[in-house]
T-cell receptor
Framework: RKEVEQDPGPFNVPEGATVAFNCTYSNSASQSFFWYRQDCRKEPKLLMSVYSSGNEDGRFTAQLNRASQYISLLIRDSKLSDSATYLCVVNAGGADGLTFGKGTHLIIQP | DAGVIQSPRHEVTEMGQEVTLRCKPISGHNSLFWYRQTMMRGLELLIYFNNNVPIDDSGMPEDRFSAKMPNASFSTLKIQPSEPRDSAVYFC????????????FGPGTRLTVT
């Protein structure tokens, strides 16, 4: 399977700060992209899909750069509840399906 | 609405024993996925069913692993015989459309093989 790479962190960020992390993917044929959130000892849950034009959902903004083959997630005004692992997910289509990155661990500090 | 249901939530067994994990997908979803998650390897897809038919089992580690989906509301993942390196969290997920769409994960089964 093609790789999806993320900085594992942890990212230690003070509450209220803005934090951003990237994810790179190796398969240029990848068609759809997602960010999932996983809390400690819980299952992954979809945070947001990533569209070619970029998209925003409240404090969260996702961007896609096809030329450089990376996606990004920006969190503004971070909250303590944002502490989690963020998984980058790429769909190459066909038999390759979804490939999950190993995740970036984010810790928001009071 | 009930989400994806998995049982058991925790399983501790001895090496060599058979382990059966169970999953009930969200009603109406036509795709079901079994994943394994470890610290070292992250989340790995084991097998994917569409309309109860196995489509991609290339992630199944070896013959000790088998999965079935006898109907649209039930799937099992069996490990026989189990080994300590099988210790992991096993997630089941379901999707309404197919492979490239939002997947809803169950709470997982934490398996420990001693």
């Amino acid at each position: 399977r093609k790789e999806v790479e993320q900085d594992p962190g942890p990212f230690n960020v003070p509450e209220g700060a803005t934090v951003a992390f990237n994810c790179t993917y190796s398969n240029s044929a990848s068609q759809s992209f997602f960010w999932y959130r996983q809390d400690c000892r819980k299952e992954p849950k979809l945070l947001m899909s990533v569209y070619s034009s970029g998209n925003e959902d409240g404090r969260f903004t996702a961007q896609l750069n096809r030329a450089s083959q990376y996606i990004s997630l920006l969190i503004r005004d971070s909250k303590l509840s944002d502490s989690a692992t963020y998984l980058c997910v790429v769909n190459a289509g066909g038999a390759d399906g979804l490939t999950f990155g190993k995740g970036t661990h984010l810790i928001i500090q009071p | 609405d009930a989400g994806v249901i998995q049982s058991p939530r925790h399983e501790v067994t001895e090496m060599g024993q058979e382990v059966t994990l169970r999953c009930k997908p969200i009603s109406g979803h036509n795709s079901l996925f079994w994943y394994r998650q470890t610290m070292m390897r992250g989340l790995e897809l084991l097998i994917y069913f569409n309309n109860n038919v196995p489509i991609d089992d290339s992630g199944m580690p070896e013959d000790r692993f088998s999965a079935k989906m006898p109907n649209a509301s039930f799937s099992t993942l069996k490990i026989q015989p189990s080994e300590p390196r099988d210790s992991a969290v096993y997630f089941c997920a379901s999707s309404l459309v197919g492979y490239g769409y939002e997947q809803y994960f169950g709470p997982g089964t934490r398996l420990t093989v001693t």
